[in-house]
Nanobody
Framework: QVQLVESGGGLVQPGGSLRLSCVVS????????MGWYRQAPGKQRELVAT???????NYGDSVKDRFTISRDNMKNTVSLQMNNLKSEDTAVYYC???????????WGQGTQVTVSP
């Protein structure tokens, strides 16, 4: 069974930083586009960032220049470095693994990020 396990969420003050990590098991990690998505209360899930198997990155407009996604293919891990956090970044953050035009699509259980004074 495929597993995506996120960690690193928590409470942080505005302007602070957090680093999320997602460890993936039971897939050929290097083939997958990895991503982070988030969902705030009452809102739809939205793209935060993705990184392709070749290392190409894509970011949501609201996080560009503040967040950085990276992957370690040796450790089957994808990370999200979040800097200059704002209250509007408060959400549950989900790790995603996607391959074969979405026919293989897996999600983690989510980790809460709360940005508050």
């Amino acid at each position: 069974q495929v597993q995506l396990v996120e960690s690193g969420g928590g409470l942080v003050q505005p302007g602070g930083s957090l680093r999320l990590s997602c460890v993936v098991s039971r897939i050929t990690f290097i083939l997958y586009t990895m991503g982070w998505y988030r969902q705030a209360p009452g809102k739809q899930r939205e793209l935060v960032a993705t990184i392709s198997s070749g290392g190409t990155t894509n970011y949501g407009d609201s996080v560009k220049d503040r967040f950085t996604i990276s992957r370690d293919n040796m450790k089957n891990t994808v990370s999200l470095q979040m800097n200059n956090l704002k209250s509007e970044d408060t959400a549950v953050y989900y790790c995603n693994a996607r391959y074969n035009r979405g026919k293989n699509d897996y999600w983690g259980q989510g980790t809460q990020v709360t940005v508050s004074p």
